[in-house]
């Protein structure tokens, strides 16, 4: 589809090395005028669901400054546009659980939020699991709890869950999985 909206003008209000913030002068579908803010990510999200053989997953814990409040999801982190997405997962990976995995499947592609913001995520299975030694970012204090995939479902559908990203993972993988 041919995109109806026209951009008059763009100006860059805030930059740092994740995000940039742009303010948009713009002419609507239905020709009036407008504004709009962008939110640029200079990163994909990347996000893993490592299962092991008898059907355990493992979610980490950690304090989310911008939204105030503890949060469990699985594991995930940046990955650079231009580089290879599943070896940021498979890093991403080993850092925060200390898992390597023998089997990768790609489940996903999101826009976490497609009205404000241009971001990409992306949610791997990964399975055929060796364990080994974390080595979190100096930035993190992260929790790790190995369980059930069918208890990560169950926090996911009584709210506990609340990230965007762990959320449509899980009800991916539950589906794939007959969970």
């Given at each position: 589809?041919?995109?109806p909206w026209t951009t008059k003008s763009i100006k860059v209000v805030y930059?740092?090395?994740w995000i940039s913030v742009s303010h948009r002068e713009v002419i609507t579908p239905n020709q009036t005028e407008g504004i709009y803010g962008k939110v640029h990510f200079k990163n994909k999200a990347i996000g893993i669901i490592p299962?092991?053989?008898h059907g355990n997953t493992w979610l980490v814990g950690q304090y989310r400054y911008i939204i105030d409040t503890y949060s469990w999801e699985i594991p995930m982190g940046g990955g650079l546009i231009d580089h290879d997405l599943l070896e940021a997962a498979k890093r991403e990976l080993q850092?925060?659980?200390g898992l390597k995995?023998?089997?990768w499947t790609?489940?996903?592609r999101i826009h976490?939020?497609?009205s404000v913001t241009d971001e990409e995520g992306y949610v791997f299975l990964a399975e055929m699991l060796e364990e080994g030694e974390t080595s979190f970012d100096p930035t993190e204090k992260l929790e790790i709890r190995k369980l059930p995939l069918k208890e990560a479902l169950a926090m996911v559908m009584q709210?506990?869950?609340t990230d965007a990203i762990s959320i449509a993972g899980l009800l991916k993988v539950a589906k794939l999985l007959n969970i």
């Open positions: 589809m041919e995109n930059d740092n090395p299962v092991d053989q850092e925060e659980t995995a023998m089997k790609q489940l996903l976490t939020s497609n709210g506990e869950i």
